[in-house]
């Protein structure tokens, strides 16, 4: 079943948070193979403590989410933010981005809705 | 206390509760009539409100628990916390246009700067943020209302009480209640806030710091329930067809800010008491060693993420607002919800890097320098996304749209001006100087409160029925824009300076950047002027806005279902035969001919 | 209302106890961290009675004597608490406990004046 959900879409989806997951990576490295300022146990373990908790709570919560919206794109329609009880609004292509090949089209500039009303 | 005023009290108090049950049972002959308006509504047909019966004039505002009602409430309250608050930074900024100390004490300088921050940050902030996301989240997922509209009520009405003993200490004074307003900052560091000779005796406000620690604790569990509402609402009041694939990115926002606050606020609450307890009863939760930093601790693991508290769902609103006006869609939708939720666990990760100047171990400050680099890339993820979402669109530079473009623009340099100071090095030298005003300002004032803004413009006509005058709505926004970036702009200068913070004089060099910012602040203030009247007017006597798409959404495709919504209540107004407004101006006893014809 | 419980579809738009909770909550805290004997308890009184008077409008309570007795033994334990937190420090907190004792009597002086005296079709939805 993950490996449904999370297929190549997704995991480009979620490479947004693995940016943060591989900075953290990269100092915890630094740190550990560095080591400047040495080992003690009441200053190393918080310092440790904190970064891996980061990196575990982001990974489960991203994987969480990551399932929960990958789920429901291939369970039901996906309309764009704002539209999904919408009049007439069309489903959209969960994995364009955001990109609607309709919305290029030609509009002659209008005046503005604001000038309008006064 | 006195024999007599303890007497004049208890028959106060008397009076009122009496006066307070009788009321009651008067009012709750509202039960007879409770369940005839209105049928069950179908799934289908969700969004066609109907309006269930309220009482009349000042009564439904006071007894409302409607989710409208209550987010115009919030925003009214907000907005009057923001002018307060913008009062006594005007005031401040006057007094900083010398050097030396002219038309305020230091002492008064010093209660002005605490509430100042106070009241923007938890009066203003966190309120305005349930404005929009009470009035509109129901209507965006498709629910009736929030999930508890009672705790919604009691959420909001906590707040003025809040107000009242937070600012508690200017009033103190001219009556004679022998306290003054705290001096603390919003920070409320020990042992300055601890008092050293007991709770009502000590400089830096006395009593007014207790009433202010109460009023904060209140805020705290409004804040509180407010979020465990906004959960509740999105996890189970969906319509169907909101799936977590298609919920809209301002309500991922405000989920992601209510794990915050349901984190964050109640360790804060904690904190007051046990800084309170210390002050009244005799504990010394932070008067034993290690005490001050102990506080510290407490308070930042609250106040970093009270930063993205504010700041989410602000960034929410433009993520929202702001491609209805690029004519396309929000250029990578789920890139935005993800980093969200990056932020929204990172946040808990980087408390310490507002403490790297205390002395902590090098250790332990250079994990909380790792968090803090890497928080910044989901916030730098979605500035990408907005500048994308402009490129190539349709753009239409309406009021909402330019303060979308101004936030996008002022959180740019508020937020690397931020990842610099999350360097320890830069850190170090720029702690405690005018550089970390300017940035946060950058992000409070030219963020925040600009996408405040934005969404105040944008979601006007579907409140109140009326279009705002967009010239004046276009002068204020360039006055804040230039305002701002000359006030922020010149604080950063006067950091890299080396000018201190929260201090009512400065040393005769640093005069000509001073008389600057106060400029620059001069700008905002008459910005700030034209935007309160531009509201008051507008609401009163505004154009009526006719169609259900005042914006013209339609025409790109990106029409959304509050508009819907919106459209469908015109429609009924017109075919019930008149404006609904007219129907409660009548049930109030007022005249019919005294209303709406300008 | 009364015939669907559980649809959220048909509550009221108006509810009178949110405000009077909101303004009992600071009052009784005024009252007690000041140590102010009739602000904390006519805030007491205020905050717990609403507080009940909530409960039954929103259905949570069939009948107002559950939330009040429940209201009234939470005063009881938290004056007990503060009279026994009165020996581990030196501020007195003697009469704050009291303040809490007068408010759980006077509730449950009006629970017995509204067994007594209040008609059944009203005291019970």
Known sequence: ?118 | ?598 | MDENPGLSDQYRKASPWPIFIALGLPVSEIGLVFDIFPLAVGGLLLFCGCIAGILLESNYAKTLWGPVLTMIAILVAFGAALLVADGYTEIGLVTRAYAVFASAIIMSAGLVAGKLFVPKQQASV
């Open chain 1, 1 to 118: 079943m993950a490996t449904k959900i999370f297929d190549k879409d997704t995991i480009l989806d979620l490479t947004v948070n693995f940016v943060p997951l591989g900075i953290l990576a990269v100092f915890i490295g630094i740190f550990v193979f560095a080591d400047p300022w040495g080992f003690d146990l009441r200053a190393s373990l918080p310092m440790y403590l904190i970064m891996f908790s980061m990196v575990i709570s982001l990974g489960i919560l991203t994987y969480i989410s990551g399932k929960a919206i990958a789920g429901d794109e291939k369970k039901a329609e996906v309309y764009s933010q704002g539209q999904a009880f919408l009049d007439g609004a069309e489903p959209i292509d969960p994995h364009g981005h955001g990109e609607n090949s309709e919305e290029t089209d030609e509009h002659e500039s209008k005046t503005d809705p604001e000038n309008e009303e006064h």
């Open chain 2, 1 to 598: 206390m006195e024999i007599n005023a303890q007497i004049a009290l208890t028959v106060f108090m008397g009076v009122l509760l009496v006066a307070v049950a009788a009321w009651l049972t008067r009012i709750e002959d509202w039960r007879s009539y409770s369940s005839t308006a209105g049928g069950v509504v179908s799934q289908g047909e969700r969004s066609e409100y109907i309006e269930q019966e309220k009482p009349a004039g000042l009564i439904r505002w006071l007894t409302t628990v409607d989710h409208k009602d209550i987010g115009i409430l919030y925003g009214i309250y907000g907005l009057t916390a923001f002018a307060v608050g913008g009062l006594m930074v005007v005031l401040m900024r006057v007094e900083l246009a010398t050097p030396s100390t002219t038309l305020v004490g230091p002492a008064l300088y010093n209660s002005l700067m605490t509430s100042h921050g106070i009241t923007m940050l938890f009066l203003f902030g966190t309120p305005i943020i349930a404005a929009f996301s009470n009035y509109l989240i129901p209507l965006i997922i498709g629910a009736d209302d929030m999930a508890f509209p009672r705790i919604n009520a009691i959420a909001f009405w906590l707040l003025p009480p809040s107000a009242l003993m937070i600012w508690a200490g200017f009033f103190a004074g001219p009556l004679g209640l022998g306290f003054e307003a705290p001096q603390t900052a919003w920070t409320l560091y020990t042992p300055l806030s601890t008092g050293s000779a007991g709770g009502s005796l000590d400089p830096a406000g006395g009593a007014g710091i207790d009433l202010m620690l109460l009023g904060l604790h209140l805020s705290g569990v409004a804040a509180t329930m407010g979020a465990i509402n906004f959960i509740a609402t999105i996890f189970t009041q969906r319509d169907e067809n909101v799936t977590w694939a298609n919920l809209d990115i301002f309500s991922w926002t405000i989920l992601t800010q209510s794990g915050l606050i349901l984190f964050a606020f109640p360790l804060l609450g904690s904190a007051l008491l046990m800084l309170l307890a210390d002050r009244n009863f005799g504990t010394s939760f932070f008067l034993a060693d290690g005490g001050n930093l102990l506080w510290q601790h407490l308070f930042w693991f609250f106040g970093h993420p009270e930063v993205y508290i504010l700041v989410l769902p602000m960034m929410g609103i433009v993520s929202y607002v702001l491609p209805r006006f690029a004519g396309r869609k929000l250029f990578g939708f789920k890139f935005v919800v993800y980093s969200t939720l990056a932020i929204g666990v990172l946040s808990f990760g980087v408390w310490a890097h507002h403490m790297f100047a205390t002395g902590m171990d090098p250790r332990l400050r250079a994990s909380f320098m790792a968090v803090s680099m890497a928080i910044a890339i989901p916030s730098a993820v979605k500035t990408f996304n907005w500048i994308t979402t402009l490129w190539n669109g349709r753009i239409r530079l309406t009021t909402p749209m330019l303060f979308c473009i101004g936030f996008v623009s002022n959180f740019i340099i508020g937020g690397v001006t931020g990842v610099f100071l999350a360097s320890i090095p830069v850190d170090l030298v720029l702690h405690d100087t005018y550089y970390v005003v300017g940035h946060f300002h950058y992000i409070v004032m030219g963020a925040i409160a600009f996408a405040g803004f934005a969404g105040i413009y944008y979601w006007f006509p579907l409140v109140t029925g009326r279009m705002y005058q967009a010239t004046l709505g276009k002068a204020h926004f360039w006055l804040s824009f230039i305002g701002t970036n000359i006030t922020f702009f010149a604080m950063i200068l006067l950091g890299y300076g080396g000018m201190p913070r929260r201090y009512a004089t400065y040393l005769p060099q640093f005069t000509s950047l001073n008389v600057i910012a106060t400029v620059g602040a001069m700008i905002l203030f008459v910005g700030q002027i034209i935007f309160v009247w531009n509201l008051v007017n507008s609401w009163y006597a505004g154009k009526r806005v006719e169609s259900g798409d005042p914006w013209d959404l339609k025409r790109d495709g990106v029409h959304t279902v509050e508009w819907q919504w919106f459209d469908r209540k015109i429609e009924t107004a017109i075919t019930d035969g008149g404006e609904e407004e007219q129907n409660a101006v009548t049930d109030g006893g007022e005249p019919i001919d005294k209303s709406e014809n300008n």
